[in-house]
Nanobody
Framework: QLQLVESGGGLVQPGGSLTLSCTAS????????MGWFRQAPGKERAWIACITLNGRTSYEDTMRDRFTISRDTAKNMVYLQLNNLKPEDTGTYYCAGRHSSFCPRDHDFPHWGQGTQVTVSS
């Protein structure tokens, strides 16, 4: 059974950093493009970043300077490094996968994890 599990969320002060992890089981990530999304309280889920099979990355414009997506195919994991966090970064962060060689322009991913909560507060 294909499963994605996020971890690494928590409470962090403004300006702090977190590394979120996404572990895949039931399938190998080497045939999937992977994305990260965020759902802030009261808002729709929003795309953050995507990484292709060969490591090419793309980001939502307002997040590219502070967030970094990466993958370790050998470990079957994907990461999202969050730096200089702000209170407006608070939300549930999801990883998602798509069996494809290219990141979808419409950010459509069929496979999702359950999310990990990030709270940025002093």
């Amino acid at each position: 059974q294909l499963q994605l599990v996020e971890s690494g969320g928590g409470l962090v002060q403004p300006g702090g950093s977190l590394t979120l992890s996404c572990t895949a089981s039931g399938f190998m990530l080497d045939r999937y493009v992977m994305g990260w999304f965020r759902q802030a309280p009261g808002k729709e889920r929003a795309w953050i970043a995507c990484i292709t099979l060969n490591g090419r990355t793309s980001y939502e414009d307002t997040m590219r300077d502070r967030f970094t997506i990466s993958r370790d195919t050998a470990k079957n994991m994907v990461y999202l490094q969050l730096n200089n966090l702000k209170p407006e970064d608070t939300g549930t962060y999801y990883c998602a996968g798509r069996h494809s060689s290219f990141c979808p322009r419409d950010h459509d991913f069929p496979h999702w994890g359950q999310g990990t909560q990030v709270t940025v507060s002093s």
